[in-house]
């Protein structure tokens, strides 16, 4: 039987703002009392992985063993059919810049733009479907883990669309929707997405 979580403090294992906001709200009903790893001044360890399970389960496990508390940590990408599943863990190194107004930083629209330059150089008919994936790891600080996965197929749009959401969230159209991530609120993304499904396997699990 898979161990259970005890009300209480849970470190979120990400410094991604963004994510950190979707499973504090996902987190709200379960009597947990959320902090995120940047407020307690944890280290950001290094993703070396090769899979979302691996990189999701050092980042949990790095935050777990530092605080002394449980820690959920979140590994997620954006698979493109056409892209052979890319940029898949890769995903939020694509936005990568290194010099950004004199600090290292982020820039979605320019990693929006590379994936959609690399569909456009296929030609007009190319495949535009994609998915997002979530990789969820519990870790307790005994080194136990354990792992849930979630998924969201839809497809890539383009011009960017909407201001709600981060990351990639502009280009991706769920399957029956007419919005896009970035134009829905939190909660019309959270009935739907790659990073609820995954939690609700934990909290089936876990509470
Ligand atoms: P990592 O899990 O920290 O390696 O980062 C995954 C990256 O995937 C994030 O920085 C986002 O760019 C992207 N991503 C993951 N989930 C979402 C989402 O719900 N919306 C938009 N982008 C996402």
Known sequence: MTRKL????????????????????LLGPY????????????????????TFAQN??????????ASGLPALADD?????AALGGRPGVYT????ERQWFEGEPGRD??????????????????????????CTLCLAWPDGETVLFEGRVAGSLVWPPRGAQGFGYDPVFLPI??????GEMSIEAKQAVSHRARAFEQLVTALF
């Open 92 to 95: 939020a190194d694509w936005a």
């Open 176 to 181: 029956g929707a007419t919005q896009t991530f």
């Open 31 to 50: 009597g947990m009392a959320p902090v995120s790893a940047g407020s307690l001044g944890l280290p950001e360890p290094e993703e070396t992985g090769t």
């Open 108 to 133: 979605w629209y320019m990693a929006m733009g590379k994936v959609e330059g690399l569909l456009c150089a296929q030609g007009p008919q190319v495949d535009r479907s994609a998915a997002f994936v």
């Open 6 to 25: 005890e009300p209480g403090k849970l470190v979120i294992a990400s410094h991604n703002e963004g994510k950190v906001r979707e499973i504090s709200a």
């Open 76 to 80: 997620s990408g954006l698979d493109v």
């Open 56 to 65: 999701a389960a050092l980042k949990a496990l790095a935050s777990a063993t």
